[in-house]
């Protein structure tokens, strides 16, 4: 049994902890009641203020700054060509007409463009100046007499998909979202377009385009094709597509695209509705179209095959068929011969095949043309039996 003095000093002990629970308590209630600015004065407390507003504006200032100067490397106007090697491109001279082809034999020589995956291909119609594009966001011209690259076309800011030949100039598309038609002898950018509203918002990117005397037709992500005139230098007309466009050819009096949506639409040229359309469970998305004078034009389809399509009446020519190569879902773009009587394409396993336009029979492949996928092919505008190739290896083969 505990003592009365035991019991008297346990008592006292939890007296006293209960009171020192209480006074620290109070003391904590106190310091949160405490008000911020008695630690320091109210002018340290304004500074800090103005300090954080002034980050807060500089950053804005910043951010402005850098959107100001990337619609300025993204203005439809802006671009410089880097002359490799001066007086090397000339226009003017006789074009020479090509009346029969022949199917080349081996590749005679290729050049490394120093360009991870080339696009797009074109050729001027004397056949002494090809241009290039690739998706380093960079034109590269070269001279095939020189055999190597005899001018930079600097001035896009992201992959180009599409470059073309319209008499001596060179139209550019680009995923940065503007259209640009170049002088490559001046060096120079003559005209752009974009189809953001304002400078600095974000430009839709563009998918393909084509060019002739009607004007340039460019295909583009925000579900439209915008025909421009290239003499005036203005926007004339748009096509409405239900899809995202994922190419244009000419085709008798108008044009034809294909989308995403696996339909293929024919439109009138100038008041830009659509005439025609082809719709079909059996038709596969198609990726590529090219065709020859506007008479015909052939479309790569993901089942593995070169379908082929004739204007006046627009219809679809289920008798001419090419098949043979795989070029899965990859934008190997095919072409026809000066002549029309063969059909060239590569596939994603590096191989160019040549068709038969009348019989539909493959009549060659070269095998390891290209390490990955061949891109685009194109035959030689004044060399009856010569074609250019590229691919995602990074080089220009010459086929003779």
């Not at 006292?12 to 009171?19: M, N, P, T």
């Not at 090397?88 to 005679?108: A, L, R, Y």
Request: aromatic share 10%.
């Amino acid at each position: 049994m505990k003592s009365k003095a035991e019991k008297i000093n346990n008592e006292s002990i939890e007296l006293e902890f209960q009171k020192a629970f209480k006074e620290q308590k109070k003391q904590k209630s106190k310091q949160k009641k405490k008000p911020i600015h008695d630690d320091f004065d109210q002018k340290q407390f304004d500074l800090l203020i103005e300090q954080e507003q002034s980050k807060r504006q500089l950053q804005k200032e910043e951010t402005k700054k850098l959107v100001e100067e990337y619609s300025q490397l993204t203005a439809p106007c802006f671009g410089k060509g880097e002359m490799i090697i001066p007086d090397s491109i000339s226009f003017g001279k006789e074009i020479k007409q090509i009346s029969k082809c022949k199917v080349p034999n081996n590749c005679t020589w290729d050049y490394n463009l120093n360009c991870k995956t080339l696009t797009s291909l074109s050729i001027h119609k004397e056949g002494n100046v090809l241009v290039c594009s690739g998706n380093d966001g960079i034109i590269r011209v070269c001279g095939l007499k020189e055999k190597s690259v005899v001018e930079n076309l600097i001035g896009h800011q992201s992959m180009i998909p599409r470059v073309t030949f319209y008499d001596n100039f060179v139209i550019s598309v680009s995923m940065d979202g503007t259209v640009k038609v170049w002088d490559i002898v001046k060096g120079e950018v003559i005209t752009g377009w974009t189809e953001a509203p304002n400078s600095t918002d974000e430009k839709p990117p563009y998918k393909c385009v084509i060019a002739n005397e009607n004007g340039i037709f460019a295909g583009c992500a925000n579900k439209r094709i915008f025909q421009y005139d290239i003499r005036e230098k203005k926007h004339t007309c748009e096509y409405i597509v239900d899809s995202i466009p994922l190419d244009v050819a000419h085709c008798g009096k108008g044009i034809v695209c294909s989308s995403e949506d696996k339909i293929i639409r024919y439109y009138d040229l100038g008041s830009g509705s659509v005439t025609k359309e082809i719709q079909d469970p059996n038709i596969q998305t198609m990726f590529c179209l090219n065709d020859y004078h506007g008479k015909y034009v052939i479309a790569q389809s993901m089942d593995n095959s070169i379908v082929c399509f004739r204007g006046d009446p627009f219809r679809q020519m289920s008798g001419r068929v090419f098949r043979g190569h795989y070029p899965g879902a990859w934008c190997c773009r095919p072409s026809f011969s000066p002549d029309g009587q063969y059909i060239l394409s590569g596939d994603a396993n590096g191989k160019i095949f040549i068709w038969s336009w009348k019989k539909g029979k493959i009549l060659k492949v070269f095998e390891h043309a290209h390490k990955g996928c061949v891109t685009d092919v194109i035959w030689h505008s004044t060399n009856s039996s010569s074609f250019i190739s590229c691919g995602w290896d990074g080089n220009l083969c010459y086929w003779n």
